[in-house]
């Protein structure tokens, strides 16, 4: 009966109350109110109680007021008989559990050892939140404590990774962490591998609520505030993030108290312990808590509970696959078979052919396998696939080869890095053990090809050919299609098309933005390109890509066409009327969240910074990557700051309106290094081959001041434009 | 000799031997020597409108159809009821406009959130005085609507367009009402129901409502509370002091008096070792809501407390209040005090209530309690031991809090459970005591019968203290009384089973919480389309036929016990009991047994939740990215291209 949960609950909900007002007091009393507390990294303070209480916490006098307000929540615990109505104060008990755990962390030491991740940063949640947000992730789980035994953990969480789910741990069960399970059967983990353990105390999970109410804040535009806006924070994660707390082992007062915080968000909560159960549904979308599952059944069944149902793609090798795999490295004593790297020539190149010349299913292994070699051989490889289909276009070829990648890495134990001709592919004595072949990752292919890409792809055979000779005989029409392939890119322009490609793969998750993506100027995630789009709808005419017509020019200086504003107008149900694709000031281009820079005008220069998500400093700006995020994100238009993908500073049309890439007195090492060359080349092309040594980055200066004089100093042409404003 | 057909209180039949053994005459005797009841009263064919008759129609068709002037069955059955229910609106509404008027006058607000958000809903500044002069005005408006007639859902406002009911003024309706009554006036009989219902919904969703939103203004909106129900609350060694009637502006000052410090001190140099304060009908109801105080007992309890002897003083205001009291009274020292300038009694003591001194009236009604105390014989009281516990409290504005705290506070779980069938239906279980059925043994028999049936009740009045009474409060009666589905919801949010909601106004509660289902979502477009239903298993009084039409003209089917006085006319009752469902949506279910009423209802609930096609869960599927989207928005194959190991 749910009434023990509650006196559970709320037992544990004084005790967490308690021992996060005497740590508190002692900080008090130790480094005074005024001393600062933060997470690192993070634009949204201590996310949960920002969220809850709407107040942002910066230094101790906060969280002590922070607290206070969290303890009126408290209810009286439920009468042995004749009691009260108690799910509500559970619920609110929780709430404040969670108050008290956030408290609790950020005043606890930082975990410097072991495999310990502790809070994530901003960048973290927004690379590999956005999982979560495009749909590559059905949700995550929240797990709390640790597995029976060591192979029950290591199952668990394979089980997990298999349907893409996230995982967090945190808690313990008497000592044991489902984290120490798993480091000891030599579990990769990391953000990558998709299974992130938080911290040994019950405490440490409220970092799987802080990343939920960061999703509402960064990907869903909500604002904290008051009650009101609250309810919105949790009503968004019970409606968009799909996620779940596994209790494993025994659980406490404490724990129950943390579930029945969890259960604010509609999180229900799946134990594998005989605990009292409470079924009917409303705060979450089903069960609220469900006991005694099984451990194999335990992914299943909470994806269930949580309202969802996973397909999963079954491909017949012998080892488990998915996205989450992606992540885990091979390392060079685990390795059974290496290709590629800087040992052996190795390359993938996928090509279309007529219909009647493919026989479709037919994989191939030209040379020697993995068991005609010794362990730890270097073989060159040449993945060679050849597709055909009805609306099969040779510009797809570029977009399905590049997918290769992700393809490769999924099976377990197969290594993946690189693309065309710089791949390096490693394939694991475990794996081989498991009976892995060469032979498989054409088998992964095969599936993937015709399972991801219904719709362009009708027929696949793919050939490996791992003999020197053939490898060497195939390059050179590889090469030759590499290059046309980039000079047909190249010569794609905004001018030389009709039709530009809406993008709205994010909506779920912030459903008050869409990307308008032209041939120059790819989408602000950075993944997305006007070829993909056109793709995009050629596989599925109902997708996150629509095309939208030109129409006339309105303005060719700012980057207007009359019907893209049409749409715009009617997909942000009238909220914008223009947007301009050149510049950064006039109408600019809304961001979701999921930006790859973000560019803005630094006053005083004539000038613009850019700074990527990574980068987690300060900027010349006065303000980190999070807080400008906040100020770009969530649909908003503002103008002088835009989300922008890395590339888009290559184009021509880089806020062509605006100035253009003359403007750009500030950037980060990461973006220079990252573009490079290619960078030099713009800067030559614009005339200013000097430009790129004149771009400053935070080895130079992260404040404003300093940075005028160095401008001054290195003659930047921004300097000479005016202001933007 | 048992009493079983009088009561089936235990505390009830103890008292009904005592008074036999006092020699005391109760209700249940005179109404004993009433039989035969006038069949053609009883029937509705009597006619005494005008100064012509009375006149009366032969039931069996051998002797006269129509009266002097012309008027036949239809029309007198119609024009009696329809008096009925304009005399019931008067009473609430008049209920309503005391209020009002304490509001006016009021020096302490409790509840200043409800106060704004009731300004905020009628238009005015954030002041009880705007407050009250704003809602004094929908007693006299003439054009209407009225303004918390605005909270009902859209679908059911357009019904009531659709007919002519919109109520413009809650007073017009009522006197329009009485005028179509009079002699020579509407003679046709259906027109004149429909006129009926339009007073009716100016009671409900006027006159009701509004005293209901005063008095949480005035008094604290209510919270789930603890306390007892039974003549067994009156103590023996405390001064007893009863409140009985239905307007709290007096009782909530008596409460508050008798925790005075030198009230105590007086007490005890009287030598009792309290002051006790208990509550008969609505009254009752009130202080039970948001004092916790106990409930002595329900309307036909009202002569059996005095009976015990142990009751020092009963105040008594309007409504439901039997003449009968001062004699009853003398059995004992017992003083009957009445403190309305609109109800006298002769035999006892008038001590009129100063509105603007509220509190000096209090504070001599304690005293003379206290004075009558020293006169109690304490060798003639006679306290039925028996008393239950409860929990009461429950409202439309705390349930949203109790089912989901703070942060997610709604109607959802309620909603979810309904749609899964873990409950089948809500209905609310309402009205009187009469003596023409046993004490409570409808109330009982329904609302148990409707537990086991997975139905959640809602009960307001004196079926509220029935269940009360009996136990049926208690948190634990779900896991006694309630099917599996209701059980399992009870249990989850800590609730009874029966949830008592306050009293006969406070049926605009029920109206509210009604609203806010359609409003939450997935029931529908009105309260007719919810899988809900109301019933008066012992009605009694003239409010509760109101109260009845009221809720049929807002779309509720309603089980209404014994039938009003129509059984003379097949026109009146075939509108009330099926046509009127075309029109409003709701409908009436005059059952004769509760075993029909029960069946009724259920079968309606089944009916809705059918036409409400309401599903069992349905999953989305999530189907992994593919395709293009598989790289995803971001930069999964940047970040797995850059976790480059040792060489």
């Given at each position: ?63 002590e ?19 009260l109505?108690?799910?509500g ?41 956005i ?9 995550f ?24 789910i ?46 939920a ?19 919105e ?19 406490d ?46 992914p ?11 397909r999963t ?52 292994v ?31 070829e ?7 990648h ?5 099976p ?18 475990k ?13 992964v ?11 362009i ?5 793919v ?12 390059y ?11 000079e ?63 129409v ?47 560019a ?15 980068f ?37 049309k ?29 800067c ?42 | ?44 064919l ?9 006149c009366?129609i ?5 002797r ?20 009925t229910?304009?005399?019931g ?39 009880h ?37 919109t ?23 259906v ?76 007490a005890?140099q009287?030598?009792?070792e ?111 031991r ?41 209905v ?115 409010k ?5 039409l ?13 039938a ?16 009127v ?42 189907v ?21 190991p040792?060489?």
């Open positions: 009966m749910s009434k023990i949960i509650a006196e559970a609950a709320i037992r544990g909900a004084y005790a967490c109350m308690n021992r996060a007002e005497a740590m508190l007091s002692e900080a008090i009393h130790r480094h005074g109110r005024a001393k600062s507390i933060a997470f690192p990294d993070t634009a949204y303070a201590l996310p949960v109680i920002l969220a809850l209480v709407g107040k942002r916490v910066e230094k101790l006098g906060d969280l007021e922070a607290l206070q307000v969290a303890r009126t929540w408290l209810p009286a615990p439920p009468t042995e008989k004749l009691w109505p108690y799910l104060g559970t619920l609110d008990a929780g709430a404040a559990t969670l108050v008290a755990h956030e408290a609790v962390e950020a005043m606890k030491p930082r975990l410097a050892f072991d495999f310990w991740l502790g809070p994530t940063p901003d960048s973290i949640l927004r690379e590999q939140g999982k979560l947000v495009d749909g590559r992730m059905p949700g789980a929240a797990c709390v404590g640790a597995a029976p035994s060591d192979e029950v953990a290591e199952q668990l969480a394979r089980d997990l990774q298999e349907r893409n996230l995982v967090f741990m945190g808690g313990n069960t008497g000592g044991e962490t489902m984290a120490a399970q798993l480091n000891r059967r030599g579990v990769e983990m990391n953000w990558e591998t998709f299974l992130v353990p938080y911290g040994p105390d019950t405490s440490s999970i409220v970092h799987a609520l802080g990343f109410c960061r999703a509402a804040f960064t990907f869903g535009g909500l604002r904290p505030g008051g009650i009101k806006e609250t309810r924070i949790l009503l968004y994660n019970k409606r968009r993030v799909m996620a779940f707390v596994l209790a494993l082992g025994e659980v007062d404490e724990k129950y108290a943390t579930a029945a915080g969890a259960i604010n968000f509609g999180f229900p909560v799946i134990a594998d312990t005989d605990i009292p159960e409470i079924l009917p549904s409303g705060i979450c979308t089903y069960e609220h808590v469900v006991a005694n599952v099984a451990h194999r059944d335990m299943s069944r909470a994806v269930e509970v949580r309202g969802v149902k996973i793609v079954e491909i017949p090798i012998p080892v488990r696959h998915g996205p989450a795999f992606e992540g885990e490295r091979v390392r060079k004593e685990d390795v059974a078979v290496e290709f590629g790297g800087k040992y052996t020539r190795c390359f993938e190149y996928l090509t279309s052919r007529p219909m009647d010349r493919l026989q479709d299913g037919l994989i191939r030209v040379g020697p396998e993995i068991a005609d070699v010794p362990e730890g051989a270097r073989l060159p490889l040449a993945i060679f696939v050849e597709v055909a289909g009805r609306k099969m276009q040779p510009e797809f570029s977009i399905l080869e590049r997918h290769i992700s393809f490769l890495s999924e377990m134990g197969v290594m993946h890095l690189g693309q065309r001709d710089s791949v390096w592919l490693r394939i694991s004595k794996a081989r053990d498991a009976g892995f072949r060469i032979e498989h990752l054409g088998t292919l095969l599936h993937k090809l015709r399972n991801d890409f219904p719709a792809v009708d027929k696949v055979q050939t490996l050919f791992t003999g020197s000779d053939d490898v060497e005989k195939l050179p029409e590889a090469a030759a299609a590499y290059q046309h392939r980039d047909r890119m190249g010569a794609l322009t905004d001018e030389s098309v009709d039709i530009f490609y809406s993008c709205a793969l994010c909506q779920s998750y912030a459903p008050n933005h869409v990307c308008i993506i032209t041939p120059e100027r790819l989408g602000l995630c950075g993944a997305y390109n006007w070829l993909d789009g056109k793709a995009a709808y050629e596989m599925n005419p109902h997708g996150g890509n629509l095309p939208v017509k030109k006339e020019v309105v303005d060719p200086v700012l980057g207007q066409w009359k019907g893209i504003n049409d749409f715009i107008q009617n997909a942000s149900n009238g909220a914008f009327l223009k947007f301009s694709a050149y510049s950064m000031i006039n109408d600019p281009m809304t961001s979701c969240g999921c930006f790859e820079c973000i803005c005008i630094l006053p005083g220069t004539g000038g613009i910074m850019i700074v990527d998500r990574e987690s400093g300060q900027t010349p700006v006065g303000m980190t990557f999070s807080s400008l995020a906040e100020m770009t994100g969530g649909g908003q238009q503002t103008p002088g700051f835009i989300g922008i993908g890395t590339l888009y500073i290559l184009s021509k880089f806020i062509s309106a605006d100035g253009g890439l003359a403007r750009l007195v500030w950037t980060t090492t990461r973006v220079k290094q990252k573009l490079g060359d290619k960078l030099r080349q713009r030559e092309e614009i005339g200013q081959p000097e430009l790129y040594g004149k771009i400053a980055d935070e080895t130079i200066c992260t404040e404003l001041e300093p940075l005028i004089e160095h401008l001054a100093a290195v003659e930047h042409p921004a300097l000479a434009l005016g202001e933007m404003i | 000799m048992s009493f079983d057909n009088r009561s089936v209180d235990p505390a009830a039949q103890e008292m009904l031997v005592h008074a036999r053994d006092l020699g005391a005459k109760t209700v249940w005797d005179r109404h004993d020597e009433m039989q035969p009841l006038c069949g053609f009263g009883d029937l509705g009597c006619c005494d409108v005008c100064y012509m008759g009375p009366r032969d039931p069996f068709g051998e006269s159809q129509v009266g002097a002037c012309g008027a036949d069955a239809h029309l007198i059955v119609a024009r009696n009821l329809a008096r229910v304009a005399c609106a008067a009473a609430h509404s008049d209920h309503g406009r005391e209020v009002v008027e304490a509001l006016r006058n009021a020096t302490v607000i409790a509840n200043p959130e409800k106060l704004k958000m009731l300004a905020e809903e009628w238009g005015v500044a954030v002041d005085r705007a407050l009250a002069a704003r809602m004094a005005s929908q007693f006299g408006s003439q054009e209407g609507p009225l303004i918390p007639l605005l909270r009902a859902p859209e679908e059911q406002r357009r019904r009531w367009e659709k007919m002519g009911i109520p413009r003024g809650i007073d017009r309706e009522i006197v329009e009402l009485l005028h179509r009554t009079h002699h020579g006036v509407e003679s046709d009989p027109a004149l129901l429909r006129g009926a219902m339009r007073a009716a919904l100016a009671d409900g969703w006027g006159g009701s409502m509004i005293a209901t939103d005063v008095q949480d203004v005035l008094f604290g909106g209510p919270q789930a509370i603890r306390s007892q129900a039974n003549l067994g609350v009156l103590e023996e060694r405390q001064v007893n002091i009863l409140v009985h009637g239905h307007e709290p502006i007096l009782s909530e000052m008596i409460v508050a008096v008798s925790r005075d410090e030198d009230l105590l001190a007086l005890r009287a030598g009792a309290g002051i006790n304060i208990a509550g008969i009908c609505c009254t009752a109801n009130e202080i039970l809501m948001r004092q916790g105080m106990p409930v002595a007992g329900n309307y036909l309890h009202q002569e059996l407390a005095l009976l015990t002897g142990a009751v020092d003083l009963m105040v008594v205001d309007v409504q439901c209040v039997m003449p009968s009291l001062p004699q009853v009274a003398a059995c004992h020292h017992t003083k009957i005090v009445t403190t309305s300038s609109k109800a006298h009694m002769p035999g006892a003591e008038q001590m009129a209530f100063d509105a603007h001194n509220p509190k000096q009236t209090a504070r001599a009604i304690v005293k003379s309690a206290i004075e009558a105390f020293s006169r109690r014989d304490p060798s003639r009281v006679n306290i039925p028996h008393k239950m516990d409860l929990v009461a409290g429950f409202t439309n504005e705390n349930l949203p809090l109790y089912l989901g705290g703070r942060f997610r506070a709604g109607y959802r779980p309620l909603i979810d459970a309904v749609a899964a069938g873990r409950i089948r239906g809500i609310g279980v309402v009205g009187c005591n009469t003596p023409r059925v046993a004490q409570d043994s409808n109330h009982l028999a329904l609302v148990r019968c409707l537990l086991a049936q997975d139905v959640l009740v809602v009960q307001t009045g004196c079926s509220a203290i029935a269940s009360a009474k009996f136990g049926l409060l208690r948190p634990e009666a779900a896991l006694e009384y309630a099917g599996p589905g209701l059980q399992e919801v009870c249990a989850a949010v800590g609730i009874p089973p029966v949830l008592h909601v306050g009293s006969c106004v406070d049926n605009s509660r029920i109206l509210s919480v009604c609203v806010a289902l359609v409003a939450e979502g997935g029931m529908g477009g009105d309260l007719s389309e919810l899988p809900i239903a109301a019933a008066a298993p012992e009605a009694m009084s003239e509760a036929i109101t109260i009845g009221y809720a049929v003209a807002s779309g509720i089917f309603t089980a209404f016990t014994p009003p006085r129509i059984a003379g006319s097949s026109v009146v009752r075939k509108y009330l009991e099926e046509d469902e075309k029109e409003t949506g709701g409908k009436f279910l005059f059952a004769s047994n509760m075993d029909d009423a029960a069946k009724g209802i259920l079968a309606h609930l089944d009916a809705k939740r059918k036409a409400l096609k309401l599903a069992p869960r349905a999953l989305t599927t999530y992994p990215a593919t395709g293009l989207k598989s790289l995803g928005c971001g930069q999964a194959q940047k970040h797995s291209q850059e976790r480059v040792e060489a």
